[in-house]
T-cell receptor
Framework: GAVVSQHPSWVICKSGTSVKIECRSL??????MFWYRQFPKQSLMLMAT?????????EQGVEKDKFLINHASLTLSTLTVTSAHPEDSSFYIC???????????FGQGTRLTVV | AQSVSQHNHHVILSEAASLELGCNYS??????LFWYVQYPGQHLQLLLK??????LVKGIKGFEAEFIKSKFSFNLRKPSVQWSDTAEYFC??????????????FGKGTKLSVIP
């Protein structure tokens, strides 16, 4: 099956710093990638839709200036958490689907802890 | 807004017991339905999906799910669980738009613990 690789798997950073999370589709091209966030004991919540070569579409309530998304190529999308605060600590997961495909493939997730 | 409800937060079963995890969605139109599993320390993986046709869908590892349109339900079942089925299970729904986008709405997940 298709593989989506997310890096890093976990990261600890200080308040006020920025953290970049990468999402790569290793063996297929993905026009669209999705970024989700999961709080403990809660559902995955869609944060934004990342489109190659254009601006990301953010869900209501997600700060676009805080969560910067760049989809520079058909195999790479990045999420940068800027000026991180402890309340940004969460589990972030990306997914990608083949162009024209009907199944989403998920990365392994990134656990962010802001201290 | 569309929502997906999973009835149980944590289910504990002994090996060989039968499993049924409930999932209900709220969306009036055509909807695609999925069950994902996340084993400890691993990716989300697709267990099975329903797009159309036979409402009884068979997936990997002996899992199956039944789509009941009148009840807006898509319950996951397995006749006999194993210790290796210990994981978190997520139900998800996707309204059919035909536009090629892929925005899933997930339930909160059900943690399954199987006792040897």
């Amino acid at each position: 099956g298709a593989v989506v690789s997310q890096h890093p798997s976990w990261v600890i950073c200080k308040s006020g710093t920025s953290v970049k999370i990468e999402c790569r589709s290793l063996d297929f091209q993905a026009t669209t990638m999705f970024w989700y966030r999961q709080f403990p004991k809660q559902s995955l919540m869609l944060m934004a839709t990342s489109n190659e070569g254009s601006k990301a579409t953010y869900e209501q309530g997600v700060e676009k200036d805080k969560f910067l998304i760049n989809h520079a190529s058909l195999t790479l999308s990045t999420l940068t958490v800027t000026s991180a605060h402890p309340e940004d600590s969460s589990f972030y997961i990306c997914s990608a689907s083949r162009t024209g495909g009907s199944e989403a493939f998920f990365g392994q997730g990134t656990r962010l802890t802001v201290v | 807004a569309q929502s997906v409800s999973q009835h149980n937060h944590h289910v504990i079963l002994s090996e060989a017991a039968s499993l049924e995890l409930g999932c209900n969605y709220s969306y009036g139109g055509t909807v695609n339905l999925f069950w994902y599993v996340q084993y400890p320390g691993q990716h989300l993986q697709l267990l099975l999906k329903y797009f159309s046709g036979d409402p009884l869908v068979k997936g990997i590892k002996g899992f199956e799910a039944e789509f009941i349109k009148s009840k807006f339900s898509f319950n996951l079942r397995k006749p006999s669980v194993q210790w290796s089925d210990t994981a978190e299970y997520f139900c998800a729904a996707l309204p059919y738009s035909g536009a090629g986008s892929y925005q899933l709405t997930f339930g909160k997940g059900t943690k399954l613990s199987v006792i040897p």
